[in-house]
């Protein structure tokens, strides 16, 4: 059993232990998805039983989903340091940006401002936006995102007369920049414009508090440094954009009221910009991961360990010969991305797993290599993973050894 005061030695083993997966192999992408934790898997399973069982459409079991999903949504506010009425539910950050995206009541001529470094599931609104209402695009190079002066004046740039709303990471998927988000806030109120945040790679990497930033939306996945499964995510609703009546989607969910002539009145607090269709055990499973987070592990042992290790890998790596860290050293989270010179990331990533047994990801806008670097990895681990990217360092993909000189078996190395 994991205990929030634990001494090292003993908790580090009870949370491998708690998540099955680290002993797989190296888990270095819960940029990605993170490891389930026992203890959620088993929820899981215990709910969809309970549906076999006796099905999922009597009230008793209506009225306990209810109570699920206020138990996800004061998990999450827990730990992005807000109230649950202020969090809706989502089943995924790309829903919640989207939600984010079509809030703004937009007209001719308005302007949407992001940055170079944004995911999809940011931009692919974005996109739709500018394809389907003709809003002004605009996409402020930033750089690797590592210099705080240089981010801001490329966006003090891009937020010109009529930005409605500036889209933006607090950590870059691509680079592992952490953007300096109350600063931009302060920027795009200061001209008007209201602030969506991908919390994607930060919320449950590094501290986040959304009362502090000032954002106006903020979201929020569960499957990655949550460790709930996917379907699931959250979306924070600021009072200054609860206060607006319009909803591009809708459905039961978002109403406290609606009769059969349409006349409805939507929920007073976030839950507005829920629709419909959640999957319960997945409710539930994102619910206890975030808990389980929050108050057996610690919240505050998970940032400062999470910042030590992936600091730790960004420096060992960077004394490869031929490997080159594009992750800022000063404006990190868990995400460290490199290149291996005379390498494409996807050879080099196909070498790495072999000799490793790591479970990373390439990035191909960049053509480098991610790792996400976690509270439950250990220094021998990224000690392993380092060598391996030393051997592959030394050799092209024509004079690399077929036969791996590194030999891992599960659990260990041999």
Known sequence: MVGPFMPDDEKLPAIREALPSTAAGIYLNTGTCGPLPRETARAMAELEGIELRTGR?????????????????????????????????????????????????WQAGDRVVTTSLEHSGALGPLWALHNRRGVDLAIADIGTGGDQAEVLAALDRAIAPKTRLVVLSHVTWATGARLPIAEIVELAHSRGALVAVDGAQAVGAIPVSVEELGTDFYAVPGQKWLLGPEGTGAL????????????????????????????????????????AGYHQ??????????????????????????????????????????????????RMAGLVTFRIAGWKAGPALGELSKRTLCIARTIPPLDAIRISVGFYNTDHELGRFRDGVALVAAHTPETIPHRPAIQVLRGGVE
């Open 236 to 275: 924070y609703c600021a009072p200054s954009v609860l206060d607006r009546p319009r909803l591009t989607f809708a459905g039961y969910a978002a109403f406290e009221s609606l009769d059969l002539a349409a006349e409805g009145k939507v929920w007073p607090d976030a839950r507005r910009f829920e629709i």
């Open 281 to 330: 055990p997945s409710v539930l499973g994102f619910a206890r991961s975030t808990a389980w987070l929050s108050m057996y592990v610690g919240l505050d042992w998970i940032h400062e360990r999470t910042a030590r290790l992936a600091g730790e890998a960004a420096a060992i790596l960077a004394e490869v010969p031929g490997v080159e860290v594009v992750t800022p050293r000063d």
């Open 57 to 105: 459409a009597d009230m008793a079991y209506w009225k306990d989903s209810a109570e699920r999903m206020n138990e996800a949504r004061a998990a999450v506010a827990a730990v992005i340091g807000t109230e649950p009425r202020r969090m809706a539910l989502t089943h995924a950050t790309t829903d919640g940006m989207n939600v984010a995206t079509w809030a703004v009541d």
